[in-house]
């Protein structure tokens, strides 16, 4: 009965790197949520997609920044030419349907930009 | 502009002690509010809240809502150290499809 997968664990790229981030939503879950943890501070909602379909993706900020949810595989975020402002925790959680508000979290990908 | 906020930021107890962990909301069409432990890892649910008045338990700790106050408490009686974690407090608003707007949580220490 696996949770939220989400892999790597941890992720060193140097700046103008490409980082992907990869999360497996819990089974039977076809809505998937990105967040992003700064130090100090609370998860930030970023993206939120069902199978194939970008539903809310207000808090992606406007450039290098992309996700996906196809339809066979798991969630990619994409995070284009990084820089280090882009250090952070990045969580994602699924939840079953729409308007769930109980989501379930990953553990999350450290992202560190040198 | 959506907001929680969480109140401590931080805490020291002792085991065995009680301790209250404050959240207050500003949002628009509030739909729940929801608790969270987060230890080095995935943040846990503990508690989603719609109602007023009516306290959510588990065990050693249980929630209460003020819908009019616009706050929640979480509270955690006979503390251990495995309690120590950051707490975090997140809001759904109308509208928002489902997403949660957390606050910045607080960090609880347990010593023993």
């Known amino acids: 009965n696996a949770g939220v997968m989400q892999n790597p664990r941890h992720l060193v790229r140097r700046r103008g790197q490409e980082a992907r981030l990869r999360c497996s939503p819990m089974k039977g879950h076809s809505h998937v949520y990105w967040y992003r943890q700064l130090p100090e501070e609370g998860l930030k909602f970023m993206v939120y997609l069902q199978k194939e379909n970008i539903i809310d993706e207000s808090g992606m900020p406007k450039e290098r920044f992309s996700a996906e949810f196809p339809k066979e595989g798991p969630s990619i975020l994409r995070i284009q030419q990084v820089v280090r402002g882009d250090s952070a925790a990045y969580f994602c959680?699924?939840?079953?349907?729409?308007?769930?508000?109980?989501?379930?979290f990953g553990s999350g990908t450290q992202l560190s930009v040198l | 502009e959506d907001k929680v906020v969480q109140s401590p930021l931080s805490l020291v107890v002792h085991e065995g002690d009680t301790v209250t962990l404050n959240c207050s909301y500003e949002?628009?069409?509030?739909?729940?509010l929801l608790w969270y432990k987060q230890e080095k890892k995935a943040p846990t649910f503990l508690f989603m809240l719609t109602s007023s008045g009516i306290e959510k338990k588990s065990g050693r700790l249980s929630s209460i809502l003020d819908k009019k106050e616009l706050f929640s408490i979480l509270n955690i009686t006979a503390t251990q150290t495995g309690d120590s974690a950051i707490y975090l407090c997140a809001v759904v608003a109308g509208g928002s499809q489902g997403n949660l707007i957390f606050g910045k949580g607080t960090k609880l220490s347990v010593k023993p």
């Open positions: 959680a699924s939840s079953p349907r729409a308007g769930n508000e109980k989501l379930f």
């Open positions: 949002v628009t069409n509030f739909r729940s």
